[in-house]
DNA sequence: AGAATAGTGTCTGTCAGACACTATAGA
DNA sequence: TCTATAGTGTCTGACAGACACTATTCT
């Protein structure tokens, strides 16, 4: 017993940085993967990430948005830690700790710089299955998933897959995206009412219908959390 | 930019294993600290933690464990990841990322334990302000507790502050000294049986009134979420 | 006018808060 | 019987679901 706590005693682990960067197109969950580049797993499909820079990152946070940046060439509109992975087998060079992200973009913002590069790509949630996936990931991205629809019941942070200006509608699809499951347009209104964090435009906008309101979130609000869930 | 993966090529961040372990006593929250027994921050206190040894850990919920159970003897009943915490500035060594667990013991499990060690002791919650801490492990609780006290409001997460078999009353003191304020005991007891996930006993026990229903947890069972928080 | 989409009014159901009520133990 | 604690009955209020209704735009 009676370990000194020196840094050089134990064998550092492994330790990465991943993020599941996740956008909504057409009324389909995607999310973004890379295809590697180096071994182990080569040529398969991976989350974007990889080691800390010291020099470079202050900190993890700024490693995952350096990594997201190589692959899409913007910082995303929303992250957070998922939690970390780690273990003996989940990678064969030996004990590894993956740090997961997860995060939020409109695909109007990213879509046109994927499409030129031929080593990433969306995927949608419902075919990560059948993708030649490395490591863990396919069971960290599942993990992802379900925290993001969790969050999707009761709080707004579906806005971050959508456009600066956006309609009650369009923020109903992409929710409805992501739960995977239709929801009452009136209840999504009365909490963007409740939750106050979103300017209503003068602008309207065409729809095929009735023109419809422009919303926009209020510059430097935190994200609202409600208290009760939307249910399942 | 096209930077390889190559394992060598940055140097490795240092890496720990902390763990916020709470439980109840009296009416007050309490976290475990240990004081330091190495540099950096030598004598001060700091939460319970270190390196990963891959030799003997699976997991890092296996390196939490270990080194909680050399603080307490005790395995935790329940344990979490938290998230992590990391920096350029955190330590003086250098650049590190610490992987830090939340967990919860009844107090009657390891208290007689503790109070044989002169390096670890319970502090009450609002008593960390005045004790001089190791790092950002201030902040860390403070987080931790936040955590905690959510969970408290949409579910049955508290009972793990709780021995084997306890009263409809103890959960309702454990869960007010977690969020600190009262809450309705029929609340309480509507939850207790919309959860199914206590067991009833046949024993009753005495309480200065009439005497208490005994509840255990299922065994097996996991914790239940609610779809609305209790009120703040 | 008719179709399509936007947005409102309002009833119901669920569950937390409040609090008075009953039940049962010990002194 | 008195006090203390356990546990129930039940009303209210907040808010999500359901869905019919009105509003506005285009063809």
Chains 1, 2 share one sequence.
């Not at 994927?114 to 790509?121: K, L, N, S």
């Not at 991205?141 to 579906?158: F, G, T």
Request: proline residues 4%.
């Amino acid at each position: 017993m009676n370990k000194s706590y020196d840094i050089n005693e134990f064998k550092n682990p492994l330790f990465t940085v991943d993020s599941a960067l996740f956008t909504v197109i057409g009324n389909s969950l995607k999310v973004l993967m890379v295809k590697r580049a180096n071994e182990p797993f080569l040529g398969r499909w991976g989350l974007p990430g990889g080691f800390v820079d010291v020099d470079i990152d202050d900190s993890t946070d700024l490693t995952a948005l350096r990594k997201l940046k190589e692959k899409t060439s913007v910082a995303p509109q929303y992250l957070e830690q998922l939690r970390t992975f780690s273990g003996i087998n989940r990678d064969p060079r030996g004990f590894s700790v993956t740090l997961v992200y997860f995060a939020l973009v409109a695909e109007q913002d990213v879509s046109s710089h994927i499409d030129t590069v031929e080593d990433a790509q969306w995927v949608d949630i419902k075919q990560i299955a059948d993708l030649p996936v490395a490591f863990d990931h396919k069971h960290i991205i599942e993990q992802a998933k379900e925290r993001l629809q969790q969050k999707a019941l009761y709080s707004m942070v579906p806005v971050y897959c959508l456009p600066e200006y956006f309609t009650v509608s369009q923020l109903k699809s992409v929710i409805e995206a992501i739960i995977g499951k239709t929801i009452q347009r009136k209840s999504l209104i009365r909490r963007i009412e409740a939750a106050e964090m979103f300017e209503v435009l003068d602008e309207k906008v065409k729809s095929g219908g009735r023109l419809a309101q422009l919303y926009k979130v209020k510059p430097g609000v935190d994200i609202v959390n409600f208290e009760r869930n939307l249910s399942v």
